[in-house]
């Protein structure tokens, strides 16, 4: 069956980076979007980022500071986070759907992962 796994999340001060991974089972990223998301506390859960064989989107927040990635040797994608602001402290979530044109529009997504903590604090 289909899982997503996220690894990577913790503690780290801002401006800092983290780099979290999602690997996927069950199925292979040629065909799937996998999109990543976040929520902060008392907040809805928000996209962040996706990624497809034939394009990539990026929410206007993390413009400039977030990379995604994909390797699908290892079916794995990966979120590079580089200048991490307190604001980006929530857990992270990655996400799945069939399909190459998915958006970061939660609904559209059908498989989640169990989540990583990302703390940005001084």
């Known amino acids: 069956q289909v899982q997503l796994v996220e690894s990577g999340g913790g503690l780290v001060q801002p401006g800092g980076s983290l780099r979290l991974s999602c690997a996927a089972s069950?199925?292979?990223?040629?065909?799937?979007?996998i999109g990543w998301f976040r929520q902060a506390p008392g907040k809805e859960r928000e996209g962040v980022s996706c990624i497809s064989s034939i394009s990539t989107r990026y929410a206007d927040s993390v413009k400039g500071r977030f990379t995604i990635s994909r390797d699908d040797a290892k079916n794995t994608v990966y979120l590079q986070m580089n200048n991490l602001k307190p604001e980006d402290t929530a857990v992270y979530y990655c996400a799945a759907t069939q399909g190459l044109f998915a958006t970061i529009r939660r609904d559209e997504y059908d498989y989640w992962g169990q989540g990583t903590q990302v703390t940005v604090s001084s």
């Open positions: 069950g199925f292979t990223l040629d065909y799937y979007s």
